[in-house]
């Protein structure tokens, strides 16, 4: 209890309290912008963060994260274009109920079921991540390395049915995680005679061009086609009735988005959905969803910004991110010295606790910028292309130099973003690339270490732990020929009868 008191007043402190609010606000405003996600926004946030306080660094990424996923519901409801891929399923209703003449509804029902959700997360944070630390503290280099493995294929499987296409995004990013010196045996490797890959891929610069470039050249693309409308914002909360009767709705929700979100791959997104389409089986009117539910807001809100905590319990407790923008956080940690895991949070305890109050912190600061705020985010929402576009390059461009004050850097941005566009196009998910070049030294070390430390028997990965998330790792492959194996039978079966 000491330490979580010790680390509610380290983040009230007025300086990062100050970065914070910053932080959550930039957010919001990042998720609110069509083609800017919360990936994109601590993507270019990154970089910023190296030369901070490590408290003050994480948390201002912790800030964005929080306040883009909520964020992307505000251009859901006032647009019905989802900001980010979580506020997909915000738009069913949200945008029917804008079109009703009640957006300020809509979007106080969003930022109450936002703040409980991601404040329900934060507590489940808190809670289950000494636990499962302390149970990871029996995991050697054969548990590490599967578990790798598991976080690559849970990613690959989880890239909208484009498994083949997600593990081979992973593969590419394990090359890129290749190129340069062998940290094992010292060699260097894959640079093709450029001495400026030398020193490898920095993951800031490819993580931007990935996310950013390609977002920016699809909203180019889509420049005249939607007219803009004016948007009105009046009245905020609904009634206490209404309140009380999405109570059970927002408090389910947030139990399903942090499950989900602590599973490798299933972002926000997935949250969501999933919350929405469980509301509406459970839901005493289901027909009103998708016509401009205050419970369909309440179920798909609730869901993805608990999703934020959840996928910060894998992060914290095994060193494993969840998706793209943990990817980034894990970058960020290793660049301040830090190996997130169960050492971490047993040997840097006050920095973790301090984390925990900083995602409560960025949750209450949420609401009260979503409730005060939303006039303003709406003519945010209004901000032309013109100005908006060369601003997001320009942010790229200094924030993939910022790092290492590399020019090859902002060039290796431009390569990641032509590729990251292609990828979009021919509908090859980007997040496993970024978890393929962060996780790969993790993944090589691991395997170097389990060799030495077994010899020449490859049985001896094969522990009882590791054994078990090997099974995990594999079941991406075999569910699906097991299913459609099922599949052939029953027909059989019909065919026979």
């Given at each position: 209890?000491?330490?979580?008191?010790?680390?509610?007043?380290?983040?009230?402190?007025?300086?990062?309290?100050?970065?914070?609010?910053?932080?959550?606000?930039?957010?919001?405003?990042?998720?609110?912008?069509?083609?800017?996600?919360?990936?994109?926004?601590?993507?270019?946030?990154?970089?910023?963060?190296?030369?901070?306080?490590?408290?003050?660094?994480?948390?201002?990424?912790?800030?964005?994260?929080?306040?883009?996923?909520?964020?992307?519901?505000?251009?859901?409801?006032?647009?019905?274009?989802?900001?980010?891929?979580?506020?997909?399923?915000?738009?069913?209703?949200?945008?029917?109920?804008?079109?009703?003449?009640?957006?300020?509804?809509?979007?106080?029902?969003?930022?109450?079921?936002?703040?409980?959700?991601?404040?329900?997360?934060?507590?489940?944070l808190m809670l289950l991540s000494y636990p499962i630390a302390d149970f990871a503290l029996a995991f050697g280099p054969q548990e590490y390395l599967a578990l790798v493995v598991f976080a690559m294929t849970a990613m690959a499987a989880?890239?909208?049915?484009?498994?083949?296409?997600?593990?081979?995004?992973?593969?590419?990013?394990?090359?890129?995680?290749?190129?340069?010196?062998?940290?094992?045996?010292?060699?260097?490797?894959?640079?093709?005679?450029?001495?400026?890959?030398?020193?490898?891929?920095?993951?800031?610069?490819?993580?931007?061009?990935?996310?950013?470039?390609?977002?920016?050249?699809?909203?180019?693309?889509?420049?005249?086609?939607?007219?803009?409308?004016?948007?009105?914002?009046?009245?905020?909360?609904?009634?206490?009735?209404?309140?009380?009767?999405?109570?059970?709705?927002?408090?389910?929700?947030?139990?399903?988005?942090?499950?989900?979100?602590?599973?490798?791959?299933?972002?926000?997104?997935?949250?969501?959905?999933?919350?929405?389409?469980?509301?509406?089986?459970?839901?005493?009117?289901?027909?009103?969803?998708?016509?401009?539910?205050?419970?369909?807001?309440?179920?798909?809100?609730?869901?993805?910004?608990?999703?934020?905590?959840?996928?910060?319990?894998?992060?914290?407790?095994?060193?494993?991110?969840?998706?793209?923008?943990?990817?980034?956080?894990?970058?960020?940690?290793?660049?301040?010295?830090?190996?997130?895991?169960?050492?971490?949070?047993?040997?840097?305890?006050?920095?973790?606790?301090?984390?925990?109050?900083?995602?409560?912190?960025?949750?209450?600061?949420?609401?009260?910028?979503?409730?005060?705020?939303?006039?303003?985010?709406?003519?945010?929402?209004?901000?032309?292309?013109?100005?908006?576009i060369p601003a997001i390059l320009l942010l790229c461009a200094i924030g993939a130099f910022a790092m290492r004050t590399n020019p090859v850097d902002v060039l290796i941005m431009f390569i990641a973003g032509m590729v990251g566009y292609?990828?979009?196009?021919?509908?090859?998910?980007?997040?496993?690339?970024?978890?393929?070049?962060?996780?790969?030294?993790?993944?090589?070390?691991?395997?170097?270490?389990?060799?030495?430390?077994?010899?020449?028997?490859?049985?001896?990965?094969?522990?009882?732990?590791?054994?078990?998330?090997?099974?995990?790792?594999?079941?991406?492959?075999?569910?699906?020929?097991?299913?459609?194996?099922t599949r052939q039978l029953r027909s059989r079966i019909k065919t026979k009868n």
């Amino acid at each position: 209890m000491n330490l979580l008191v010790d680390g509610f007043s380290a983040v009230l402190e007025l300086q990062t309290l100050i970065y914070l609010a910053g932080a959550v606000l930039l957010g919001i405003m990042a998720g609110a912008i069509p083609g800017i996600s919360a990936t994109m926004g601590v993507a270019l946030l990154a970089p910023l963060t190296f030369t901070m306080d490590p408290l003050i660094g994480i948390l201002s990424l912790v800030g964005v994260y929080c306040g883009a996923v909520y964020g992307g519901s505000l251009s859901a409801i006032l647009l019905g274009i989802p900001g980010t891929p979580g506020a997909v399923a915000t738009t069913l209703d949200g945008y029917a109920m804008s079109r009703q003449g009640k957006p300020g509804i809509a979007l106080g029902i969003a930022t109450l079921s936002s703040f409980l959700g991601g404040t329900l997360s934060a507590v489940a944070l808190m809670l289950l991540s000494y636990p499962i630390a302390d149970f990871a503290l029996a995991f050697g280099p054969q548990e590490y390395l599967a578990l790798v493995v598991f976080a690559m294929t849970a990613m690959a499987a989880l890239s909208g049915g484009a498994f083949l296409k997600g593990l081979f995004a992973g593969f590419i990013g394990l090359f890129l995680a290749g190129i340069g010196i062998d940290e094992t045996y010292g060699v260097s490797r894959y640079h093709f005679g450029y001495l400026m890959l030398m020193g490898g891929i920095s993951f800031i610069p490819v993580t931007i061009g990935l996310f950013a470039i390609p977002e920016t050249l699809l909203s180019i693309e889509r420049i005249g086609l939607a007219p803009r409308r004016a948007i009105r914002v009046n009245k905020i909360l609904p009634g206490r009735r209404i309140l009380l009767s999405l109570l059970p709705a927002q408090l389910r929700s947030a139990v399903i988005g942090t499950i989900v979100g602590a599973v490798p791959g299933a972002g926000s997104d997935v949250a969501a959905i999933v919350g929405y389409s469980q509301g509406k089986v459970l839901s005493r009117h289901p027909e009103r969803f998708g016509t401009g539910s205050e419970e369909g807001i309440a179920c798909a809100e609730s869901a993805n910004n608990s999703a934020t905590g959840g996928s910060l319990i894998p992060l914290l407790t095994l060193g494993i991110p969840g998706g793209a923008v943990t990817a980034i956080m894990l970058g960020t940690f290793m660049t301040h010295g830090l190996q997130p895991g169960p050492l971490l949070l047993h040997n840097n305890a006050e920095l973790v606790y301090q984390i925990f109050a900083g995602v409560f912190v960025a949750n209450i600061l949420l609401l009260v910028f979503g409730l005060s705020g939303s006039k303003l985010f709406a003519r945010v929402l209004q901000i032309p292309e013109s100005i908006l576009i060369p601003a997001i390059l320009l942010l790229c461009a200094i924030g993939a130099f910022a790092m290492r004050t590399n020019p090859v850097d902002v060039l290796i941005m431009f390569i990641a973003g032509m590729v990251g566009y292609v990828m979009v196009k021919t509908g090859i998910p980007r997040a496993p690339l970024i978890i393929g070049l962060i996780l790969g030294p993790m993944l090589e070390g691991e395997l170097a270490r389990s060799l030495i430390l077994i010899g020449n028997d490859w049985t001896g990965l094969f522990t009882p732990i590791s054994s078990v998330i090997w099974l995990l790792a594999i079941a991406p492959f075999v569910l699906p020929l097991a299913r459609r194996a099922t599949r052939q039978l029953r027909s059989r079966i019909k065919t026979k009868n």
